[in-house]
């Protein structure tokens, strides 16, 4: 609702109308309310002075009605136009009026390098919801001063908050170097801030290329590369590139299609064959995904997975994956064969599902499978966060009579605690540790290392990612359990995985196999 406050001059009260307009307008609540000054007589000095400390205009107290009704209602239209145009928090611009500033400045200003930043507040949400809103508005309310201080003294540009924690500045500038030393100054002047918390900021960077483009548009470049610094560590400033637009975009697509592809199962499911390294014959695999196109494209899982276990789809991707493996086998036991077992992944994002148990325990069931020919992988980083929760689901899997694979073992987060505590029964250590060079012999006596330290705790070793002859001659020396990795079989089809172990010799293997619960 559009209202109106008079205030009367040459009356006594408790303060003069002055000191009241003052006041009045360190409150950002109303500062949107028109104040028409009403005076009893012609002072030059008192309009001016009302003028200055924000009144949005003057009357004589004698005059007509129909003359103080038609300026108190311009001083309300003119307070709804400031009201479209200004954020009421932070007076700086909104941003429909931000981007018809910017607009004119590109067109005024044709030729001229341009820079539109996005500017924000790293993990703004958390310190909204852990200290409260109205600490939240004084950080906004700080962080649009700081804007408006720098920008000012830079003399040129537009800025704005265009909602939420987000700020905009759209700068001309001779030398990149400006752009830079504009963030700095932001940053100082934010540093300034009392606050008990960590207060950080990221900006994106977009170098306007087209000055015709939307400004809407080039916002959104900004805001690409802004999103590049997210879980970046002193990574606060990101240019956007073609490169990273072009990846934004595709992980999009992606996004887009996965529903519908999971619907129409385009994803297939491979197995990596894994080798018993005393007969140098195949026992098992490792179940892997791909993502073919009705085009025929195929999409790799280092490109989709990590989007996937961003978003929370890894959970129907990894269901998906274990029924078609439980199909495999139960169409091999119905045929009378003894399939060895295949190892599925499980995401941390299926670890911390309280129905994710329950799920793949029923899905066993459905198909009659006994729980030890169907092994679980799990890379060690999914111990790296809440230990013991993700050690109770490890340990009542394993109970339930499921094998429990670590991959990945020594790749960054190993802890001896892990081995300890949780009932694993093979390590999967990767073959990057036998690489080429001044570590290569530092590298073998790790390995090494970790596979007598399996035989003292009666567990496996798989070594994957082996390539090349020498590496299994290592591996064989040891007396390394199985093996994994191009040297022996790239990722195959189902058909191809049959062909191959169905033309063996079916023989009882030493795997570790739990009783069936």
Request: hydrophobic share 40%; with cysteine; charged share 25%.
């Amino acid at each position: 609702q559009s209202g109106i406050l008079e205030l009367q001059t040459g009356l006594s009260l408790y303060i003069s109308p002055y000191e009241f307009l003052e006041m009045y307008r360190k409150r950002k609540e109303y500062s949107y309310l028109p104040v028409v000054v009403c005076t009893t007589e012609d002072d030059p000095e008192r309009e001016q002075k009302s003028l200055e400390l924000g009144a949005w205009d003057f009357v004589l107290k004698n005059s007509s009605p129909g003359i103080m009704r038609l300026r108190a209602g311009n001083a309300i239209e003119k307070s709804k136009v400031r009201f479209l145009e200004y954020d009421f928090l932070t007076g700086i611009y909104g941003q429909q009026k931000f981007y018809q500033a910017t607009r004119e400045l590109l067109d005024q200003r044709a030729g001229a390098n341009f820079a539109f930043i996005h500017f924000d507040i790293d993990r703004f949400r958390i310190i909204n919801t852990l200290y409260g809103s109205k600490e939240g508005d004084r950080l906004i309310h700080f962080v649009a001063g700081a804007i408006r201080k720098v920008m000012t003294a830079y003399g040129r540009g537009t800025y704005g908050r265009l909602g939420g924690d987000v700020f905009g500045m759209c700068v001309p500038y001779e030398d990149g170097a400006a752009i830079y030393h504009i963030l700095e100054g932001i940053r100082a002047e934010i540093r300034k801030h009392s606050v008990h918390y960590y207060l950080e900021t990221c900006a994106g960077i977009y170098l306007v290329d087209d000055p015709d483009m939307e400004v809407a548009a080039m916002h959104d470049n900004a805001e690409i590369a802004a999103a590049q610094c997210k879980g970046q560590y002193m990574v606060h400033d990101v240019l956007y590139t073609e490169e990273i637009g072009q990846k934004v975009l595709r992980e999009q697509h992606i996004i887009d299609e996965m529903d519908a592809a999971l619907a129409e199962q385009q994803f297939i499911v491979y197995f990596q064959p894994k080798y018993q390294l005393k007969k140098m014959a195949p026992y098992g695999a490792e179940a892997l995904v791909r993502w073919k196109k009705p085009s025929g494209e195929i999409v790799l899982p280092n490109e989709f997975i990590p989007i996937f276990e961003r978003n929370g789809f890894i959970t129907k991707l990894d269901y998906y994956v274990w029924e078609k493996v439980c199909q495999f086998i139960d169409s091999e036991l119905s045929q009378g064969r003894n399939p060895a077992p295949i190892s599925v992944n499980v995401s941390r994002v299926n670890l911390y599902n309280p129905d994710f148990m329950d799920s793949l325990i029923d899905l066993i069931h459905r198909y009659h499978i006994p729980p030890h020919y169907l092994n679980l992988e799990l890379t060690e980083s999914v111990f790296s966060e809440d230990a013991e929760l993700i050690q109770r689901a490890v340990n009542y899997l394993h109970d339930a009579g499921f094998t429990i694979l670590m991959d990945d073992f020594g790749s960054g987060y190993s802890s001896l605690n892990i081995l300890k505590d949780v009932d694993l029964d093979v390590l999967k250590i990767d073959m990057k540790f036998f690489s080429k060079g001044n570590t290569a012999e530092k590298g073998a006596k790790i390995i090494e290392a970790v596979i007598r330290m399996a035989e003292s705790l009666d567990m496996m070793v798989i070594a994957e990612g082996v390539e090349e002859k020498h590496q299994v001659d290592f591996l064989n020396d040891l007396g390394c359990d199985y093996i994994q990795g191009y040297y022996f079989g790239r990722p195959m089809s189902q058909d191809q995985y049959e062909k191959l172990t169905n033309h063996e010799e079916e023989e009882q293997h030493d795997m570790p196999q739990p009783e069936s619960s």
